[in-house]
């Protein structure tokens, strides 16, 4: 209790401003009491406002009150100074619930500071200081307040556990080493943790590196979504364009059909109209007749009626009779529109597959895993052809352009830019993207296998135009014995078994670009990892006089 009351004294005595014991303690009029220099300096800072205020009570003093030291206050500080009496530990140092508390302290326990792994106690900063000034504690291990202390020690024999069983991979005491434990592999508690701490540091680098591949694959996937969202956008763009040229195309079909109709219904009702007004005249002619033709009739006197029968006797030539026949008028072009719109409805239906099918199959994101079998390949293979205006005069296309043939004569193939000039080679008709697989079936000497960008060089040196021997084509080379591949003027030799049919399996989104040898089992020869920018086309490419390779019709 004394204790407590000289921490309540001290507390009495601390100025409220710098939290210290008093320091030349003065007391103002409200009976608060403070260092003369925090006050003085505290009434400084109000001295544009000419009002004076007590820190703690708020009241205020005009005019500034004259500040005289407090000489008893100053005694009992100067006392307790003497003493060597410190203030009491703030709350804060105490142990709350959650904390680790010391193990020495009695009464309202402290924090604990650190934890001994020998003595297995927690100690406060002041009940620590034995281990840092005895020799015998500074051996001891100190850590982190714990609260598992007492999981270091063995519940059989209550000893602590300095050893590690690694036959049953529990730690262990040194009378379990010789007991249960005899004739297991025990090492050190501290050689075992050395071993893990070693594999715990590769382990901490394998995720480190997975921690950066993810965080670029992170990048790699934004970008992605944002090439998404560019790319989905303009598609609707360009589509909402398109179809409103298709609309407005249709009105202006629909609005030329209008017009056509309205102006052959004013040429025929002009025509009929026409017609209709020299009926009426005819009709009041023939009238007039007929009522001088009555009055003739009448007349008695036999010379009159002879004299002027002659001039009323004679009809003027008559208009044209109508024919009676089936009217349809305009029914035929309600038809034609009709089957105009039956056949539109027909493309839409069948192109309209197409465009869906499109849709459906973008793929950005995830690239999907390499097929492993044939029947896997097969799933991506769909028919190519040859384009016939990129063939070289040497080479003879047949089987439908899928199969190529070098001959010594020439063919009589019409001039086109697209024609290779310099080399035997040709191109596919059929643009290549997304997902493809096909097969090569070559015989002779020797042929080169290739996928190519359409704006590779026709003519010129082997470096412009022939295959991979620039940055626009991939090829693998084939013959008898061996296989070569080369890109960009850089050959590498491919060993493999030698087949006369060579797979190709391109996923173009993902760059990848792979040949295998095709016999009963698939045999990768070369796999390319790049980024392709344009569609891609096949090609082949001949050295020898009557080589022929075809694509194969796999479905």
């Known amino acids: 209790m004394a204790e407590k009351e000289v921490q309540l004294d001290q507390e009495t005595i601390s100025c409220s401003i710098c939290l210290d014991l008093l320091k030349d303690p003065v007391t103002i009029p ?5 260092c003369m220099n925090c006050i003085k300096t505290h009434w400084d800072q109000e001295k544009e406002k000419e009002i004076h205020s007590c820190p703690q009570c708020r009241q205020t003093f005009t005019p500034r009150p004259v500040l005289v030291k407090n000489t008893m206050f100053a005694a009992l500080v100067e006392e307790l100074k003497k003493t060597g009496l410190q203030a009491a530990p703030a709350d804060h140092c105490y142990a709350g619930p959650e904390d680790v508390s010391c193990d020495v302290c009695t009464g309202r326990k402290l924090k604990a500071f650190k934890s001994c792994l020998v003595c297995l106690a927690s100690y406060c900063e002041k009940h620590l200081q034995p281990h840092y000034d005895v020799v015998q504690l500074k051996k001891h291990k100190l850590v982190d307040p714990s609260r598992k202390l007492q999981e ?23 009378l379990c080493s010789v007991e249960e434990h005899k004739g297991h592999d025990t090492v050190s508690a501290a050689a075992e943790r050395t071993e893990r701490q070693r594999e715990l540091e590769v382990s901490r680098q394998n995720i480190q590196q997975r921690i950066l591949d993810r965080v670029k694959d992170v990048k790699v996937f934004q970008r992605e979504v944002e090439a998404i969202s560019r790319s989905a956008d303009k598609a609707v763009e ?40 020299k009926m009426e005249q005819e009709i009041t002619e023939l009238k007039r007749k007929d009522a001088e033709m009555k009055k003739l009739s009448h007349t008695e006197d036999h010379t009159q009626f002879l ?7 004679a009809l003027s030539e008559s208009t044209s009779s109508i024919n009676i026949r089936p009217l349809r008028y305009f029914e035929d072009v309600t038809a034609a529109v009709s089957e105009l719109r039956d056949k539109l409805q027909d493309v839409l239906r069948e192109k309209w597959t197409n465009v869906s099918l499109t849709v459906t199959e973008v793929d950005v994101l995830l690239p999907q895993p390499e097929p492993k079998t044939r029947a896997d390949f097969l799933r991506y293979s769909g028919e190519i052809t040859l384009d016939p205006n990129t063939a070289h005069t040497q080479l003879l296309l047949s089987e439908g352009n899928r199969k190529a043939t070098v001959m010594s004569k020439q063919q009589t193939y019409s001039s086109h830019p697209d024609r290779f000039t310099k080399f035997c080679q040709v191109l596919s008709r059929e643009s290549l993207t997304g997902r493809c697989y096909w097969e090569v079936e070559w015989r002779g000497e020797g042929v080169c296998i290739a996928v190519a960008y359409k704006n590779i060089i026709r003519a010129g040196s082997q470096k412009n135009c022939g295959f991979g021997f620039n940055d626009k084509s991939w090829a693998l080379s084939c013959n008898n ?3 070569t591949f080369c890109y960009n003027n850089v050959q590498t030799p491919v060993s493999g078994p030698p087949s006369s049919r060579v797979g190709v399996y391109l996923d173009h989104s993902a760059g990848i670009l792979s040949f295998y040898s095709v016999s009963k089992t698939m045999t990768l020869l070369h796999r390319v990892q790049t980024t392709f920018t344009q569609p891609l086309y096949a090609g082949l490419c001949f050295f020898f006089f009557v080589d022929t390779a075809e694509f194969c019709k796999l479905k």
């Open 152 to 174: 270091n020690i063995c519940s059989r024999h209550d000893e602590v556990m300095k050893m590690f069983c690694r036959t049953d991979q529990q730690c262990i005491c040194y």
């Open 307 to 313: 004299h002027n029968y002659p001039s009323l006797s």
């Open 30 to 34: 409200c009976g608060h009491s403070y």
């Open 238 to 277: 360009d589509s909402e364009k398109i179809f409103t040229e298709m609309i407005r195309l249709i009105q202006k079909r629909s609005s030329d059909v209008k017009q056509q109709v309205r102006s052959q219904q004013e040429t025929v009702a002009t025509r009929v109209k026409e017609l209709q007004e």
């Open 481 to 483: 014995n061996s296989y």
